[in-house]
């Protein structure tokens, strides 16, 4: 079965530090891959996804992430933290004929001052 | 800012009775697709209209049911409800049956006492 797994519940990170989520899905073929956002009480915010190409992609607020095909991983990235990124952030895939988003149970993200 | 909406932010009801949550997809989104954020299952894929139609369904209880109308706007109608039935209900839309990027509502907060 198609699955996707964060490994991180929590992830604690200070302010200025780098930081890489990881992401890890179980799928035969590659699917769409995406990074979502989700702040507290508030919906889903695309950070990025990753279709085809170039395997580095960039999305929004500084974030980037890397398709690895040989370990089935999507990791996301960003050099330098703020502390407006404490959230809560879901990997999904949607397999390439598919029509659902099948999410990771997401990393809660702190940011020390 | 996504460009879909839903409406209630918030509802609270009690055991046994029936709610309806409405979404509005983005402009020119023909796809819309409902999602369930609760504790313990996480997000989950529950049902999907393109242009009217259902194409495919998910996790979604025979207690719940929805429909998209001819302006595109979705109902999702969730009967018979029990304390268990408590989540933040997402609708998402895209352009596409498939494959597209799906962009996410703020989500509906159901509270069933």
């Known amino acids: 079965a198609q699955s996707v797994t964060q490994p991180d519940i929590h992830i604690t990170v200070s302010e200025g530090a780098s930081l890489e989520l990881r992401c890890n899905y179980s799928y035969g073929a590659t699917p769409y891959l995406f990074w979502y956002v989700q702040s507290p009480g508030q919906g889903l915010q695309l950070l990025l996804k990753?279709?085809?190409?170039?395997?580095l992609v960039q999305g929004i607020k500084g974030f980037e992430a890397e398709f690895k095909r040989s370990q089935s991983s999507f990791n996301l990235r960003k050099p330098s933290v703020h502390w407006s990124d404490a959230a809560e952030y879901f990997c999904a895939v949607a397999p390439d004929s598919s029509y659902k988003l099948i999410f990771g149970s997401g990393t809660r993200l702190l940011v020390r001052p | 800012d996504s460009g879909v909406t839903q409406t209630p932010k918030h509802l609270i009801t009690a055991t046994g009775q029936r709610v309806t949550l409405r979404c509005s997809p983005r402009s020119g989104d023909l796809s819309v697709y409902w999602y369930q954020q609760s504790l313990d299952q996480g997000l989950q894929f529950l049902i999907q209209?393109?242009?009217?139609?259902?194409?495919a369904k998910g996790n979604i209880l025979e207690r719940f049911s929805a429909q998209q109308f001819p302006d595109l706007h979705s109902e999702l109608n969730l009967s018979s409800l029990e304390l268990g039935d408590s989540a933040l209900y997402f609708c998402a839309s895209s352009v596409m049956v498939g494959g597209d990027t799906q962009y996410f509502g703020p989500g509906t907060r159901l509270t069933v006492l």
């Open positions: 209209y393109y242009n009217g139609e259902e194409r």
């Open positions: 990753y279709f085809s190409g170039d395997t």
